[in-house]
Structures are given as structure tokens and as C-alpha cells.
């Protein structure tokens, strides 16, 4: 049984990368300290969504860091 991908999120790409906000973050969180990519389908996303409104777990701190993705010309 196949999933889609819902999220889909590379730390190199964050602005809060190394930062306090990334200790306390649901990539980290989930993939513990060696965080870089988290992939999650359209249910992990679901469950999570849960967890985080609980309080069981962290939320998402990512911010994408627009000038280290956009290209010059």
C-alpha cells in the first residue's frame, strides 16, 4: 500500500536551524538529534496534529530560509 507524501521538510532549509527553536522542534523531536529530514504522509500528519494539540508533542518551528533556496541570476 502506497502513501502520498503530505510534509515534507529539509533542515538545511530552515532558518532555525541549530537555534534553540530547533531543540524544541517536531523534526527534532521525532527523529531525535541527528534531525535533517523529516518525511511525513497525509496520516503521520494527522496523528501529529493530535499530539501537538494535546501537548504530547512539539510543534513545527520550520521556517524556510528563502535566501539560501532562491537561485541568482
Known sequence: ???DIELSISCSDCVRR?????AD??????LG???EHLEMTTRDV???E???SQGMMPHLRFQR???ATSTSD
Open 18 to 22: 541549530n537555534t534553540p527553536d530547533c
Open 33 to 35: 538529534g541527528e534531525s
Open 65 to 67: 530560509d528563502h535566501a
Open 50 to 52: 493530535l499530539f501537538t
Open 1 to 3: 500500500m502506497a502513501h
Open 46 to 48: 494527522d496523528v501529529v
Open 25 to 30: 522542534c517536531l523534526v527534532t523531536f521525532v
